[in-house]
């Protein structure tokens, strides 16, 4: 019995570069896949959230980049839907670590502003001063989505701050704010340089 062996046209040395080819296309692809995965789901910082109640997710920002980012989240529903004790056991589960929560009147609230917007300032050193402004030019970056009472519960999130141009890092705390009513909720998380 006689066997043929088949050469490909180009020779032994071009299926060899067809294999390598196909490697590094799937290499390339499967890497790009999980930057993906990372970028858009709850491995990014505060990321998790995005899988917290997600048919009720209003609206949503995230802006991270590799020095840093910010995020926040706004839920709404017609029923009472955010139970705090959930809500908190929700972000220790995903390893943010929770203070005791601190209610806010809705004329508390009110004073949360920069300009004409309406924002969330816990992030820059809030007074509390009805006169409070402060001129970091992110404030508007996180806007104010609860307008009544509210109560915020304050979390280590594990990651950092960094202040631009310094060594100076601090913890970068991620805010979890429900209405009194508890049928709306945000979450406000800023990390790294800012």
């Known amino acids: 019995m006689l066997i043929q062996a088949r050469v490909a046209p180009g020779g032994p040395q071009l299926m060899h570069n067809v294999m390598r080819t196909r490697t590094r296309t799937r290499l390339f692809a499967h890497a790009t896949l999980g930057a993906i995965l990372v970028s858009c789901t709850g491995m990014s910082p505060a990321g998790f959230w995005l899988t917290y109640r997600e048919d009720l997710v209003v609206n949503e920002h995230s802006n991270q980049g590799p020095w840093g980012g910010r995020r926040w989240i706004h839920w709404k529903s017609v029923e009472p839907m955010f139970d705090l ?110």
């Open 85 to 194: 004790a959930d809500v908190i056991r929700f972000a220790e589960n995903h390893g943010w670590e929770c203070e005791e929560s601190e209610e806010y009147s809705a004329g508390q609230i009110a004073t949360w502003v920069w300009g004409d917007t309406s924002v969330f300032p816990l992030f820059y050193g809030f007074t509390g001063d009805p006169g409070w402004k402060h001129s970091h030019p992110y404030n508007t970056d996180f806007p104010r989505h609860i307008d009544g009472e509210a109560i915020v519960v304050r979390c280590d999130s594990g990651w950092i701050r960094v202040r631009p141009g310094t060594d100076q890092e601090s913890t970068a705390f991620g805010y979890i704010v429900t209405s009194r009513d508890r049928r709306r909720m945000a979450v406000y998380h800023l990390w790294g340089e800012a």
